[in-house]
């Protein structure tokens, strides 16, 4: 084996130098834990006034206003038609089934009443984002808040590890201790990258395998992805990149992928996508590098008995 040269294998993880490996046919144990900032959508949030372009400002000593507004069933925020049982106690209408038409607070048949009010009220609010706490700085009519939260760019990201669905979300600086502690992923600084992936009986893919090697370059991180999974009934293995951070910093990079042997070379070029994106999106769009398993058996020289594929590749900023 060239010494020097980063080797994966799908499997356990072992230590190694340059004789040794990693194997990858079993994911990694990790912790749990969540993150300190996810926890967040339900916190009352404090506001002094609206932004100073509305025609009517609202102002907002303290929080008990919008609380007005959280459904005690749910504890989402009421949007109309707003249920309201006969001594005033409100709730939202798709939680009325929910507690069997009784108000879940005097226990009263609630009825089709309607709070009018509090749908007006909700009408001059002026709210800043849930995602405060994090950065983010707008503020928000009161119908239109939940839609900009979907998207904020301050809204924190999820694990990117491919072995299970982590419940693990924070920033990026999170992130990469969460994944280096709890993941074991590796961390390389560069914007080239050349491995090998070995995997045993490359003949028996019965379910995805996978590893995940981290790249620090530009000032960003990167996630690169390789899986071995069944497209259809064939057995295929791909290789991908997806940027940690937004969609619109991602597409200001390039990268390209190479894989061959006995002469022949597949080439692969693309942008990354955002952790956004669930890898297993891309994986499923097919927007990578994809190797059928008689091509990389033909690539590794023909041995049945174990597959070995060079990887190598590089990272750019787009003009």
Excluded at 11 to 40: L, W, Y
Aim: with cysteine; proline share 6%.
């Amino acid at each position: 084996m060239q010494r020097g040269v980063p080797v994966m294998y799908f499997g356990k993880k072992q230590n190694f130098t340059s004789s040794s490996a990693e194997r990858m046919d079993e994911a990694p144990s990790f912790s749990g834990d969540s993150c300190d900032t996810s926890v967040i959508k339900g916190q009352k949030a404090q506001l002094s006034k609206a932004p100073s372009n509305s025609k009517n400002p609202t102002i907002l000593p303290n929080s008990d206003i919008d609380g007005l507004l959280e459904c005690p069933v749910c504890s989402n925020s009421m949007f109309p038609p707003i249920q309201q049982c006969p001594s005033g106690h409100t709730l939202c209408s798709a939680c009325k089934n929910r507690v069997n038409n009784k108000c879940p607070i005097c226990r009263k048949e609630i009825g089709n009443i309607r709070c009018l009010a509090l749908e007006k009220l909700a009408v001059s609010l002026h709210l800043p984002c849930s995602y405060q706490c994090l950065g983010c700085e707008e503020m928000f009519p009161y119908y239109s808040k939940l839609q900009h939260e979907e998207q904020c760019i301050y809204r924190p990201y999820e694990c990117p590890h491919p072995g299970s669905d982590c419940p693990f979300t924070g920033d990026i600086q999170s992130l990469l201790s969460h994944l280096r502690e709890n993941h074991k992923v590796d961390l390389q600084n560069g914007c080239t990258f050349n491995h090998r992936y070995v995997k045993q009986d490359p003949c028996s893919v019965d379910n995805v395998s996978w590893t995940l090697t981290l790249f620090n370059c530009f000032g960003q991180y990167f996630c690169l992805h390789f899986e071995a999974f069944l497209l259809g009934s064939e057995p295929v293995y791909m290789a991908f990149l997806r940027f940690m951070g937004e969609e619109s910093e991602a597409r200001k990079f390039g990268y390209c992928l190479e894989v061959g042997g006995n002469g022949r070379k597949l080439m692969w070029h693309g942008v990354p996508r955002s952790i956004r994106t669930h890898h297993r999106i891309v994986r499923d769009s097919h927007d990578g590098l994809i190797v059928q398993r008689s091509m990389a058996l033909y690539f590794s020289g023909g041995d049945r008995k174990e597959l070995k594929l060079r990887v190598t590749g590089r990272i750019w900023r787009e003009a």
